[in-house]
């Protein structure tokens, strides 16, 4: 009887465990549904708010906004690209020919008129002198004693000692030598010229650009040997449209650009030719003193001109680049809901500084957003923060 009063108790004991086990499995499984009704919940509640918030209306983008004004025409800005130009600028050379000696100078070298530039071999034309001196001597000799017998005979011839054959013959041949003389010194003087003329000197003052032949070369008369650049004043040579030579009164003053400076320099002239290159009229300006271009140095002149063309200024912060060349504009709607941004093609005709002048579709008295336009697609609510009027 014990024996089965164990078993009972055993197995009662085994049936009290298994239901422990199964209370604690109910009791995660319940957890568990509650945890993801927590979360559906959750999703639920932020999916709402967030479609809440797509839902909701936006407000309107505050935008600055002015005013669109037209005229005729407007003033630009046009510029002529020219050269600095030496007052006078030359290629000397020797007058006649011969061997160049001596080089006085080199490239750079500071002359003023008069000065030594460079020599000639003058061995054949020293030699020469020498010749023709000798040759003056002679007839001087020749004529005096001529003279001095034309005088004897002349006196004897009063006597009849001397027939006036003779004494004519005495006579002329003294006249002969007198004029062989004068030829004899004739010769002299030009081998002085040319003895004078081997030897080169500065017409003006001025700097040694070029050294165009070196010392041994035999030149020949008027082959270039240096070249000089006149010290001093400078010019300023300006290509410019024969159209546009109106713009342009000699004797006025005009904006000149040099190495950056803006100065102001008068017109002396106009050219009355177009140059064959370029087709364009020259303009001669004197520069001043303190604008010391360099020979060949490029020179702006800058000048006003009116462009008959309706359109209007605004802010190059108000354009939008669009398609075929053409830039866009948001302006202004009224709708019953309020403003809204409509975009307009317009032109670009000219730029200056940070306005744009402009044609296309955009009409006078419309108001356009000046700024941000980046951000702002066309048909968005707007809300005016200033008008203000473009000039």
């Given amino acids: 009887m014990e024996e089965v009063s164990k078993t009972d108790q055993g197995t009662n004991e085994g049936f009290s465990g298994a239901g422990r086990r199964g209370s604690r499995k109910t009791s995660l499984l319940a957890l568990g549904v509650a945890v993801g009704s927590v979360a559906l ?122 027939s006036e054959e003779a004494f004519d013959e005495t006579r002329l041949r003294a006249q002969a030598l007198a004029a062989q003389l004068e030829s004899v010194r004739a010769q002299l003087r030009g081998i002085d010229i040319n003895l004078e003329k081997s030897v080169l000197r500065a017409p003006y003052d001025g700097v040694v650009a070029q050294r165009l032949v070196d010392t041994g070369a035999v030149v020949n008369i008027g082959v270039p040997v240096l070249r000089l650049v006149a010290a001093g004043s400078r010019e300023a040579h300006i290509g410019i449209a024969a159209e546009q030579t109106a713009l342009l009164e000699p004797g006025q003053s005009y904006r000149l650009v ?57 802010p190059v912060s108000a354009l939008l680049e669009g398609e075929r060349g053409l830039w866009t504009v948001l302006r202004l709607e009224s709708t019953e809901d309020g403003e809204v941004s409509v975009r307009e093609a317009v032109e670009v005709l000219d730029v200056k500084g940070n306005l744009a002048y402009v044609r296309g579709s955009l009409a006078a008295g419309q108001r356009y957003i000046t700024d941000g336009v980046h951000r702002i697609a066309p048909g968005t609510p707007v809300q005016v923060l200033d008008t203000a009027q473009e000039s």
């Fill in 41 to 162: 919940i959750t999703l639920a509640l932020h999916g709402r708010v967030s479609l809440d918030e797509t839902t909701a209306t936006r407000a309107p983008t505050p935008v600055p906004v002015a005013q669109f004004t037209t005229q005729d025409s407007y003033r630009r800005e046009v510029s002529f690209l020219g050269l600095v130009r030496a007052g006078r600028k030359s290629n000397v050379g020797f007058e006649v020919a011969g061997s160049l000696a001596q080089l006085e100078v080199t490239e750079g070298s500071t002359v003023s008129s008069g000065d030594v530039l460079a020599r000639l071999d003058t061995a054949q034309l020293d030699a020469r002198r020498e010749a023709v001196a000798a040759d003056l001597q002679q007839v001087t000799a020749e004529l005096e004693l001529a003279r001095i017998k034309a005088k004897r005979q002349r006196d004897l011839q009063a006597t009849g000692a001397v």
């Fill in 258 to 314: 040099l190495r950056g400076q803006t100065f102001e320099a008068p017109l002396r002239s106009i050219r009355p030719d177009v140059d064959p290159t370029t087709l364009t009229a020259t303009a001669v300006f004197e520069l001043p003193d303190a604008a010391r271009g360099l020979d060949g140095e490029p020179v702006t002149l800058r000048v006003e001109e009116t462009v008959a063309s309706a359109g209007g200024w605004l």
